[in-house]
């Protein structure tokens, strides 16, 4: 069975740079999902989209963008770059809002 | 603001036990609980998932239960082995307005001994 598809899967970048992550839901899913997991922490909601409209916001910093284009895959994009952003972020998707499913995530390091 | 607390924060026991996993939460205004499997560094794998309106659910040699009225779940896993090392998370979705994105709790940390 299809699943979340995230890319890249690592990603390097410095102080002050951008960084574009890539989601791809399980086919037919209408909802997405961000999360950040910080090393040793709990995953945190960052935001979630539904049919191409952000439906929920949680603790996404200001210098982060996200949407949901047509076919419904999703990019999250982050500005200015802090050595606190690095950390794994997870996709998931949904059918409206009913059981989430994860991607394999893409690991941030920002030196 | 829903809040979700895991007891223990690790565990180790021996290959063959039987143990318990517990999973509070603040709010009883749930969607649904999920509990997940996180191996070091990887994504997140979903072991069951349990309805507000459900008691239980069973996958192979786990069973969750909820108790939506107390705010507690519990994952139970039968004749642990040492492939089921790994981190535990439970995560709790509400049932309307920003609230339906999961809550994490901080996950137990079990390692099973040969």
């Known amino acids: 069975a299809a699943g979340v598809i995230q890319s890249p899967r690592h990603l390097i970048k410095e102080k002050r740079e951008t960084a574009t992550l890539k989601c791809y839901p399980i086919p037919r899913h209408d909802t997405v999902y961000w999360y950040q997991q910080g090393p040793g922490q709990d995953p945190q909601f960052l935001i979630s989209?539904?049919?191409?409209?952000?439906?929920d916001k949680g603790s996404i910093p200001d210098r982060f963008s996200a949407q949901q284009f047509s076919d419904y895959h999703s990019e999250l994009n982050m500005s200015s770059l802090e050595l606190g952003d690095s950390a794994l972020y997870f996709c998931?998707?949904?059918?409206?809002?009913?059981?989430?499913?994860f991607g394999p995530g893409t690991r941030l390091t920002v030196t | 603001k829903q809040e979700v607390t895991q007891i223990p924060a690790a565990l180790s026991v021996p290959e063959g036990e039987n143990l318990v996993l517990n999973c509070s939460f603040t709010?009883?205004?749930?969607?649904?609980l999920q509990w997940f499997r996180q191996d070091p560094g990887k994504g997140l794998t979903s072991l069951l998932l349990?309805?507000?309106?459900?008691r239980e659910q069973t996958s192979g040699r786990l069973n969750a239960s909820l108790d939506k009225s107390s705010g507690r779940s519990t994952l139970y896993i039968a004749a642990s082995q040492p492939g089921d090392s790994a981190t535990y998370l439970c995560a709790v979705r509400g049932s309307s307005g920003s609230a339906r994105q999961l809550t994490f709790g901080s996950g137990t940390q079990l390692t099973v001994l040969p």
């Open positions: 709010d009883s205004a749930i969607y649904n």
């Open positions: 349990i309805q507000s309106s459900q």
């Open positions: 989209f539904y049919e191409k409209m952000q439906s």
């Open positions: 998931a998707s949904s059918l409206e809002f009913h059981e989430q499913y």
